[in-house]
């Protein structure tokens, strides 16, 4: 489990106050009332910065040497388009065998004819890789001339072209299928959060009780994720013990993407202000290939994951004189 650094900010009344002018009526001898049931209150409350090399498999393989491979295989005309660009659905890779067969390595085997490039590409892989995998095709050839032979018979001898692709074909598939993107093992600890009792007991004294029908005064943890990444993302946080999850899918390359409001009661953000275990899985749900994983990812930045975490209060606030 890692330990977290987390910056932390909680300033209530002095920077997030919707609320500008308040009946002074609401002031009573036992406590003082801001607000009314009317009211919103926000304040920030932390930012989580997840790095490239936290984002790994279970092997502790890092999620962008996951792909390099699969760059290879994948064409560059990908069945499916949105406004990023072209993608590969990695839940299909995974568990749609026609999607990879009919509509993916059709597409790599063409471009290999018409891109020297990409036929260079994947010509180096095999000598490097897998060149036991072409000893009968190419008989005599040693691995030192295996590339440059099996760019000659795939481009001129139309015979040698199929058999080459049926073993590129069964290569892709086995690397394509079988891609390890669990990402299950985000786990970071954070300790006691900054803030005083009496920020906590103004926050949580009085919420409504979870049964309450229509409920007014209510606490919520909203937020925003910015994620760098070429791949789109659902995640599952869930900040134990508590039962305060929620899931949220993450677009690729998008500083603004919004997590749902998430109800927190009075025991939820009194536990959270002691220390939690938070738990980020991560399943990774479209591929980018055009994009890259960018400088950062080679040049050392590591945060590539920004995650900024605020509350959202509805309803009056009290705390005692």
Not at 43 to 72: H, S
Not at 209 to 221: D, F, K, V
Not at 241 to 246: E, I, L, M, Q, W
Not at 247 to 252: G, H, K, L, M, R
Request: proline share 5%; aromatic share 8%; charged share 25%.
């Amino acid at each position: 489990m890692k330990k977290l650094s987390i910056f932390m900010l909680f300033v209530l009344l002095a920077t997030a106050c919707v609320d500008n002018d308040y009946d002074l009526r609401n002031v009573d001898a036992d406590n003082i009332t801001i607000g009314d049931e009317t009211s919103t209150f926000e304040a920030p409350l932390a930012r989580v910065r997840i790095t490239m090399d936290d984002i790994n498999n279970n092997d502790g393989t890092r999620i962008d040497r996951i792909f390099e491979e699969a760059d290879i295989w994948l064409p560059t005309r990908l069945p499916d388009e949105d406004a990023n660009g072209y993608y590969a659905d990695v839940q299909r890779l995974l568990h749609d065998a026609a999607y990879v067969d009919d509509e993916v390595l059709p597409e790599l085997l063409a471009q290999m004819t018409t891109d020297a490039a990409k036929l260079d590409a994947v010509a180096t892989l095999q000598q490097q890789k897998y060149y036991d995998s072409f000893v009968e095709l190419l008989p005599g050839v040693s691995r030192d001339e295996f590339k440059s032979a099996f760019v000659t018979a795939y481009t001129d001898d139309p015979t040698m072209r199929e058999r080459l692709g049926v073993e590129v074909k069964a290569l892709a598939t086995g690397y394509l299928t079988g891609l390890d993107v669990n990402m299950e093992n985000l786990s970071y600890r954070v300790d006691r959060i900054d803030i005083s009792d009496e920020v906590v007991d103004m926050l949580a004294d009085n919420l409504d009780p979870r049964e309450t029908a229509n409920p007014t005064n209510t606490l919520h943890l909203r937020g925003t994720i910015d994620n760098r990444l070429p791949v789109t993302l659902s995640i599952s946080p869930l900040f134990r013990p508590t039962a305060v999850t929620f899931t949220s899918t993450i677009e690729a390359n998008c500083a603004t993407n919004e997590l749902p409001a998430t109800r927190l009661f009075a025991d939820d953000i009194r536990t959270i202000v002691r220390g939690i275990d938070l738990d980020i899985p991560m399943v990774v749900e479209r591929y980018y290939p055009d994009k890259g994983f960018g400088p950062d990812a080679q040049e050392g930045n590591p945060t590539q994951v920004d995650i900024s975490l605020h509350l959202v209060k509805h309803g009056a606030l009290k705390f005692d004189l």
